[in-house]
């Protein structure tokens, strides 16, 4: 619950509105009562943010003690967490990934290209931040962030 | 008048009447009089056969109908049993041929075809009927003559036609030599070709001629029921054939070889070695098991439900064997039981399989194809056909509440019942036909569910299934008859047992099957209790208040479109096929079906890794046609090549024969 969460980052784009979706996925966190199910879809990353996810999840870190699980399938998932500048391709499956989400949904954006496209920012292909194309409710900086700060985040939505 | 008499005669004329009308009638209305007609007979034929289990016995001496032996027709409960079955498939498959070959009918609705469809049901109408050998044979030999021209209706569209046409032909007759050869020697042995001379002389018949008998009359029987391994006419004619016709030859004549075998097995030699019946108990367990593989994997319909037609012809010949089996070890009353569930089976498979082939006829009318691969969707384009083909697979399923279960539930009571002193072989043999017919009604389960859901639910795989129609009425009447009589019998069951308890008096085995009156099935020796209504209203009851439930307490619903990954939408290519849906199966039981598979890769030139092509082929041969068959085609086709060297069109190579003959022939008289 550290700055882990940008809600606090001033460098956010939509920074106003964010500090009350924070406080949301923390109040929604304690609803879904310390488990919650992620379904990842990298939309451009240079699979920097990938690499630090999966050591999220590895035995250093463990995200999984925190009740955070990488699901398969959108249709199971709580959280969808986004890495990368969104490209012109892969804007449609983000937001069909989006939509086939049960309610309620929370989406986290991993990483600056994330964030505010980072160094692809006005790149061939790239249509925009994730926040462009489906609401973002938690921001992770870095580039890439580490994982203590994505375990961080997730913690914040988990609750535990 | 003996009511069945008037009825016989009524549906002897009616349909010697409609083929002369449907001869000279026009193109336009001919399926509409020998549909007529044929529905007439089957209505006449019922109703003898509904006077006939409900104890009316007729018999009747025509000496100057046929020159020599006469006909004799003798019809028991027996008889009327099957008079009834064949009526009451006729009658639907009557209405059916109306809108079937009716206008933009499907197939070509040929004059003489046509005309021999009233004559084939009638020669079926006259197996059971017959009283004496010489007039069995007749019919039976009219009946396989009627359904071979049936068979050829569509000979000048497709090889396949013909192929299946001399498949067909070889092997009834065949069946028909060995059926004639088991009988003349049953005649000759009891001294009287009438079935009552040879009831009286059967139990004095020596063990070796009577077996002889059985083993002869088995193998002609057998092959005319579709049992395994004398099956391959079966998927080959059935599949070929017009629907309708497929619909007569799978739900009416195959339960005429299941006739015979009851006939001639326990009526004419009244019982017999307890060998006859566990080789038929083997025979049943073999087809029940390989024929309803063969359907799980099969991914042409008509050919799947004709393979379904071995598998529950299986099912009636274990009925039969545990019934001889039970009988000659003093069990009456279980015997009994067993022999009721063949018979119930056998109207019940009658029952669901018109149902279901004049289901695939409807599609393959309107879709113009009988591929399972290339179907689909057809629930939203034909709604009233899906419904009621999904009655027919629900029964054919034989899960409650369709009437397969009522007779496969009769049979397992019979199978299970195990006497103390049965001996090892029967303890044995007993379990394992219990395993037998679980395996079937499992892999069963599966491949009606392959059916209905890759053939009618999902999206068209192919252009034939996009463009379909609703078929006209008629055919949806008779499909919708049919769905009845399985529901009547699916539910209600019990009307049948005072005439199965007639049967069974009358075949020697227990007299008082069933126990007391109401909607319950209670077997009386057995102990034994099932009530198929309140199964039906327990099953339809919680599936709609599950439903209810479902609706009235669920949380809002949400609709949402299939998850496709994200990648645009789904396409009909992406959908489970029938062979997909089987391809499990078929990799458990891949050392009995055997398939050839074969997996083509076409690298590009620049590099062997990169693939241009693979080409994926897969074949399902029948493994025992193959080997069983091959051998004896292949010699046969030897011999004939070898005997054309004889006949090379020289005159005087014949003259030089002639001589030859003449020569040994007045050697051989002056040695003598």
Not at chain 1, 47 to 53: F, L, M, Q, R, T
Request: glycine share 14%.
């Amino acid at each position: 619950m550290d700055g882990g969460l940008s809600g606090q980052d001033p460098a956010c784009g939509a920074g106003g509105r964010a500090g009350s979706r924070a406080a949301a996925a923390a109040a929604l966190g304690a609803g879904l009562g310390g488990s919650v199910q992620v379904r990842h879809v990298d939309a451009g990353s240079c699979n920097g943010c990938e690499i630090e996810i999966g050591q999220a999840f590895g035995p250093v870190y463990d995200a999984e003690r925190h009740g955070v699980r990488l699901v398969a399938s959108p249709r199971h998932a709580d959280v969808l967490t986004v890495t990368g500048p969104v490209t012109v391709n892969m804007a449609q499956p983000l937001r069909a990934t989006y939509e086939a989400m049960p309610r309620p949904r929370l989406v986290v954006a991993v990483g600056d290209c994330a964030r505010d496209c980072g160094v692809f920012a006005g790149g061939h292909g790239v249509l925009g931040p994730v926040g462009d194309v489906v609401p973002v409710d938690v921001r992770v900086p870095g580039c890439p962030p580490e994982p203590a700060a994505i375990v961080a985040a997730l913690r914040g939505v988990s609750g535990r | 008048m003996n009511p069945v008499a008037a009825a016989l005669g009524a549906a002897f004329a009616l349909a010697g009447s409609g083929a002369i009308a449907a001869l000279p009638a026009p193109a336009r209305w001919g399926p509409a009089v020998v549909g007529a007609a044929t529905a007439g007979v089957g209505i006449a034929g019922a109703a003898a056969g509904g006077a006939a289990v409900s104890g009316t016995v007729w018999q009747a001496y025509l000496p100057d109908l046929l020159p020599l032996a006469g006909v004799r027709l003798a019809v028991d409960p027996l008889a009327g049993w099957f008079l009834l079955l064949v009526g009451g498939v006729a009658a639907v498959v009557g209405v059916y041929t109306i809108g079937y070959l009716g206008r933009d009918g499907h197939g070509p609705a040929a004059r003489g075809a046509l005309a021999v469809l009233p004559v084939f049901v009638a020669a079926m109408l006259l197996v059971p009927a017959a009283g004496s050998v010489s007039t069995f044979l007749l019919a039976w030999e009219l009946m396989a003559v009627t359904s071979l021209l049936l068979v050829l209706g569509e000979h000048r569209h497709s090889p396949a036609v013909r192929t299946a046409g001399l498949w067909y032909a070889a092997m009834t007759q065949a069946g028909f030599v060995t059926v004639l050869l088991g009988l003349t020697r049953l005649a000759a042995a009891a001294g009287g070709e009438s079935f009552a001379a040879i009831r009286a002389a059967g139990a004095g018949l020596s063990p070796v001629t009577a077996g002889g008998v059985f083993l002869l009359c088995l193998a002609g029987f057998a092959s005319k029921a579709g049992a395994v391994p004398l099956h391959p006419w079966l998927p080959r004619a059935h599949a070929e054939a017009p629907s309708h016709v497929s619909a007569l030859m799978s739900a009416a004549m195959v339960k005429l070889g299941v006739y015979g075998i009851v006939r001639v097995g326990f009526d004419l030699l009244g019982g017999g070695a307890r060998w006859w019946w566990l080789l038929l108990g083997a025979l049943g367990a073999v087809s029940a098991l390989y024929g309803i593989l063969q359907a799980a994997v099969a991914t042409d319909l008509k050919r799947l439900l004709a393979f379904s037609t071995s598998e529950n012809v299986g099912l009636i010949l274990l009925g039969l064997a545990a019934a001889g089996v039970w009988a000659g070890a003093g069990q009456d009353g279980v015997a009994g039981v067993a022999l009721a569930a063949a018979l119930l089976h056998a109207a019940n498979h009658a029952g669901f399989k018109t149902l279901l082939f004049c289901g695939a006829g409807s599609v393959l009318r309107s879709t113009g194809t009988r591929d399972l691969d290339a179907l689909g969707g057809l629930s939203r384009r034909m709604p009233a056909t899906t419904a009621l083909f999904t009655v027919g697979a629900l029964c054919a399923a034989a899960l409650p509440p369709g009437n397969g279960f009522v007779s496969e539930w009769l049979l397992l009571q019979a199978l299970l019942h195990q006497a103390p002193q049965a001996g090892t072989v029967l303890t044995v043999a007993a379990p394992v036909a219990v395993a037998v017919v679980a395996l079937t009604a499992g892999v069963g389960v599966a491949t009606y569910v392959k059916v209905l859901g890759t053939g009618f639910l999902a999206r068209p795989r192919g252009d034939g299934a996009a463009t379909a129609v609703e078929s006209p009425r008629s055919m949806l009447v008779a499909m919708g008859l049919a769905a009845a009589a399985c529901a009547g019998l699916a539910i209600v069951p019990v009307v049948a047992a005072p005439a199965l308890e007639r049967i069974a008096g009358e075949l020697r085995a227990g007299p008082e099957l069933f126990a007391g009156g109401g909607v319950d099935l209670r077997l009386a020796g057995i102990g034994s209790i099932v009530s198929p209504l309140w199964v039906a209203v327990g099953v339809i009851g919680l599936a709609v208040g599950f439903a209810a439930a479902g609706r009235a307490l669920g949380r809002a619903r949400r609709r949402a479109p299939a998850w496709d990954c994200g990648d645009g939408p789904l396409t009909a290519r992406m959908e489970y096929t029938a062979t997909s849906f089987a391809e499990p199966l078929q990799r458990v039981f891949d050392d009995v079906l055997a398939p050839e598979q074969d997996v083509d890769v076409t690298p590009a030139a620049e590099s062997a890794y990169i693939v241009r092509a693979v080409a994926y082929r897969r074949r399902l041969p029948d493994r025992i046609e193959a080997h069983l068959y091959g051998p004896v085609i292949a010699a046969a086709d030897a011999v004939g090549r070898a005997g054309r060297r004889l006949a090379n069109g020289s005159v005087h190579r014949y003259l030089a024969y002639m001589l030859a003959a003449l020569v040994a022939v007045l050697v051989a008289g002056v040695i003598r």
